[in-house]
Structure formats: structure tokens, C-alpha cells
T-cell receptor, first 115, second 119 residues
Framework: DAGVIQSPRHEVTEMGQEVTLRCKPI?????LFWYRQTMMRGLELLIY????????DSGMPEDRFSAKMPNASFSTLKIQPSEPRDSAVYFC?????????????FGQGTRLTVV | AQTVTQSQPEMSVQEAETVTLSCTYD???????LFWYKQPPSRQMILVIR??????QNATENRFSVNFQKAAKSFSLKISDSQLGDAAMYFC????????????????FGKGTHLIIQP
């Protein structure tokens, strides 16, 4: 398996624009996580899914952020409208089962810059 | 809410020497899981080692071992025979156990320790 695949690797956008980050989890994994990494706040869990269903979105910072998982092989994180403070590296991770029993595998992240 | 604290923003060690990275956490749960992740300049997050809180024996993975002190809520990582390839950011992380509420399956990370290996 190619691992967790995120696209794009880098995204530069203007303030106010809509941004969509994409993630393809490892085939067969039933958990999918979105994290954000910034210098100030470190790595934060934004939302996670189990079997395509959002389980906990308490980490989503504002209503401008939304995430979907229409099927087991694809998820999106959308920011609309984007703001400069959204600049960060966004990671997607997947796992086969709960972290009680396995590990989460991370994608290489999307570096988002909002100017 | 659980918190994870890494008090060493940066550590430096000579190649082939041993280094210990510190981590403390705060939780009211008795069942949980602790992890150390490595993030090299490539940004890829790589699991180094994991520890189940119910296990008294400290986890080891080759040159990597942990010192898990449950009562003190301490979880340090020891790297023996340091190699140049060990240079990276190291993150300590926590995940709730079976009886945790929502978010149990997500990871709570510390701020990280930047490990420098001196040749």
C-alpha cells in the first residue's frame, strides 16, 4: 500500500478563498483523523471519522472549517473563507481499528499558506 | 481534558551517546495509551514506540526504550547509541482508553523536542 496520500503537498491561496484539502487513507482502515500543526499550538486533532461517520469534531476551530468522508477511500477538509491564521500544516492519518490496538499512519501533510 | 507537556524544546547529543527526552501528562483516566512519534524534516510522522498504561513493563524497540512512571504521570524516551538519522522533532502523545468519552481515539500531542545529533 502507498500509505496515506494527501493532496496537494503545498497550497498557497489568498485570504477569502475556499481551500479544499484531500486525503486518501490506507485501504481497509476504518478510522480517519485530521490534524493541524502550527508553531504556536503544535499538533491538534481537528476531527475524526469511524467508518465514514464523524465521531468527534470538537477540535474544528470555527464554522469556516468542514470535513467530509463520502466513502471509505476519500476525505476532504474544507476552509471557506480562508484566513491568514489558517496557515499551517494539515495532516491526515488513518488506522485499522482503535488506537488501543494499533497505530495511526500519517500522510506527509499539506502545507497551507493563506496570504 | 488531557494535556501532554514536553519541557525540553531542544536537546543535543553526541553521536553514539545516549539521550533521554522527557514527557509528562495529565489525565484522570486509568486506562490510556502513550506514544512517541518522530518527525524528520520530511514532515512524515513516524511512530517510534507505544506503551499501554495497564502494562507495568516498559516498552522497548531496538535502540529506543521508555521509562513509564504511571504514578508520576511521566513517560520519557531513551535513545541509545544515537545516530545521525535520529535527528528530528520528537512528539509525545496520549490517547484515551476503552472507557474514555468522545475523542478517545484521537491523539493529544506535546509541543515536541527538537533533537540534534552532533557528529
Amino acid at each position: 500500500d502507498a500509505g496515506v496520500i494527501q493532496s496537494p503537498r503545498h497550497e498557497v491561496t489568498e485570504m477569502g478563498q475556499e481551500v479544499t484539502l484531500r486525503c486518501k487513507p490506507i485501504s481497509g482502515h476504518d478510522y480517519l483523523f485530521w490534524y493541524r500543526q502550527t508553531m504556536m499550538r503544535g499538533l491538534e486533532l481537528l476531527i475524526y471519522f469511524n467508518n465514514n461517520v464523524p465521531i468527534d469534531d470538537s477540535g474544528m476551530p470555527e464554522d469556516r472549517f468542514s470535513a467530509k468522508m463520502p466513502n471509505a477511500s476519500f476525505s476532504t477538509l474544507k476552509i471557506q473563507p480562508s484566513e491568514p491564521r489558517d496557515s499551517a500544516v494539515y495532516f491526515c492519518a488513518s488506522s485499522l481499528g482503535s488506537l488501543m490496538n494499533t497505530e495511526a499512519f500519517f500522510g506527509q501533510g499539506t502545507r497551507l499558506t493563506v496570504v | 481534558a488531557q494535556t501532554v507537556t514536553q519541557s525540553q524544546p531542544e536537546m543535543s547529543v553526541q553521536e553514539a551517546e545516549t539521550v533521554t527526552l522527557s514527557c509528562t501528562y495529565d489525565t484522570s483516566e486509568s486506562d490510556y495509551y502513550l506514544f512517541w512519534y518522530k518527525q524528520p524534516p520530511s514532515r512524515q510522522m513516524i511512530l517510534v514506540i507505544r506503551q499501554e498504561a495497564y502494562k507495568q513493563q516498559n516498552a522497548t524497540e531496538n535502540r529506543f526504550s521508555v521509562n513509564f512512571q504511571k504514578a508520576a504521570k511521566s513517560f520519557s524516551l531513551k535513545i541509545s547509541d544515537s545516530q545521525l538519522g535520529d535527528a528530528a522533532m520528537y512528539f509525545c502523545a496520549y490517547s484515551g482508553g476503552e472507557y474514555s468519552g468522545g475523542g478517545a481515539d484521537g491523539l493529544t500531542f506535546g509541543k515536541g523536542t527538537h533533537l540534534i545529533i552532533q557528529p
